[in-house]
């Protein structure tokens, strides 16, 4: 079979109505199947990206928050909650999103797409949560959010670390059935635990069968915990008039935020299964992906309009007369992130081109890194604030190192686990 993510075929148009084999919801291991081996020279940059981020993090939990940051009582967060956290959650969208089209809505032709967006999901979601505990003074005492006699329901942050946590659970319930499909028939305990090889299979048997009949439960309750704390990310800018700039600060902010994880949520699928297909040597299903393509601009659209509703409405557009840092970081965010890849997925020539679909998704995908980083960063003047804050090269070798892991993470995950669609001839 010919592969379109590669040489000059990636370029021309192919034809996504054809059709796959019986082993088109068939996911299988990329262990001894893949086309290259697990360790590449892009791994092994990876890898010492990686260990570099560590560094970063083992100095800042011995020495605090000081040593490695440009942080202060002024400028509280930076770097890693506008990029680790805020980016972060609303880039791992695409696992409610693609829930949300495949089983709510019983579109039958995503289910493909399912794994792989749970998968990034449930890692992004993972580190979402370190980076919340790194970037706090006393981290150590993260788990107080679950008790109840410490709760305040008046907080947004706290409604949005109580979801953050709840739909933490649910994604790895989620992804258990593709753990006890992996591993049903197959158990080899090694040594003495070999006697329990019975006992564990019979055990996975019965979890896959229970987790099958419920999983919808946890599905929609995954959507709604993600539409929940995707708007309250908003909200807690919301509460800090005058430290944010008009163009962001808005009533609105909860709706524009959840509006964009949308988008970027089909985006990132695109985006994450395109680089996959290339760095695994396989088939880019652009049978799914196009079509999936087809439904961005009208959400684009939805979050255009209404922010640009908002801006009028408010008088905030009298602020782009001025040039300075934030009306050009808004441009970019608008028209890079918003009306390019909007044009570009609404062009049915271009939409069917593996390289231009990818460059659109990217596009989103930056452009609502962007959004998070305007609100959070660029945007955001404290009253008493002295310059602008400017992340210490330790912060951006930590967020690096994460982003590596992340991505090592998901490498390691579909070698082991069945994540990723057989192709033809693997099975």
């Known amino acids: 079979m010919s592969n379109p993510t590669s040489g000059q075929a990636i370029s021309q148009p192919v034809n996504i109505r054809s059709t796959r084999g019986e082993h088109e919801e068939k996911a299988i291991p990329m262990a001894g199947n893949a086309k290259v081996p697990f360790l590449t020279p892009g791994v092994w940059v990876l890898i010492i990206l990686a260990l570099g981020g560590i560094g970063v993090l083992a100095v800042r939990l ?3 928050l000081g040593a490695v940051t440009n942080l202060d009582s002024n400028y509280p967060w930076g770097l890693w909650i506008g990029v680790d956290v805020a980016s972060g959650v609303a880039l791992a969208a695409g696992g409610f999103t693609t829930a949300f089209l495949a089983h709510i809505f019983h579109k039958n032709q995503y289910h493909v797409l399912v794994r792989p967006a749970l998968l990034t999901a449930m890692i992004g979601y993972t580190f979402v949560g370190v980076g919340v505990a790194v970037d706090l003074g006393r981290y150590y005492n993260i788990w107080h959010v679950m008790l109840p006699s410490m709760w305040q329901g008046n907080s947004v942050l706290f409604e949005v670390g109580i979801c953050v946590m709840i739909y933490l659970t649910v994604l790895y319930i989620e992804f258990l059935p593709i753990v006890c499909e992996r591993f049903i028939g197959k158990v080899n305990l090694p040594g003495f635990l070999g ?4 006992f564990v299979d019979k055990f996975l048997r019965v979890a896959d069968a229970t987790l099958n009949k419920i999983i919808i439960f946890f599905l929609i309750a995954g ?8 708007s309250s990310l908003g909200t807690l800018m919301v509460i800090a008039p005058g430290k944010l700039h008009p163009l962001w600060h808005t009533p609105t902010m909860p709706l524009q935020f959840l509006l964009s ?11 994450e299964g395109y680089l996959a297909a290339r760095s695994l040597k396989r088939e880019f299903e652009l049978h799914v992906m196009a079509p999936l393509g ?4 009208f959400l684009l659209t939805v979050y255009f309009g209404t922010k640009l509703i908002d801006i009028v409405n408010r008088g905030a557009y009298d602020t782009l007369s001025e040039f300075n840092l934030q009306t050009a970081s808004f441009g970019v965010e608008i028209i890079g992130g918003v009306i390019l890849p909007a044009i570009i997925f609404m062009t049915h020539r271009l939409r069917r081109r593996p390289a231009w679909l990818f460059s659109a998704s990217a596009m989103v995908v930056l452009g609502v890194a962007l ?6 960063i660029i945007g955001y003047k ?11 090269w330790p912060e951006v070798l930590l967020t690096v190192g994460f982003i590596s892991i992340i991505i090592l993470l998901y490498r390691a995950a579909v070698f082991i686990f069945p994540v990723l669609p057989a192709e033809e001839g693997e099975l």
């Open 195 to 198: 006697g329990m090889n019975g």
């Open 223 to 230: 959507v709604v915990l993600s539409c929940a704390h995707q």
């Open 62 to 64: 011995i020495y605090g």
């Open 371 to 376: 959004n998070r980083f305007n609100v959070f």
């Open 261 to 271: 994880a949308f988008a970027v949520g089909f985006s990132m699928v695109i985006f």
């Open 382 to 392: 404290p009253q008493f604030g002295e310059g602008p804050y400017v992340p210490a």
């Open 294 to 297: 087809r439904i961005i601009p």
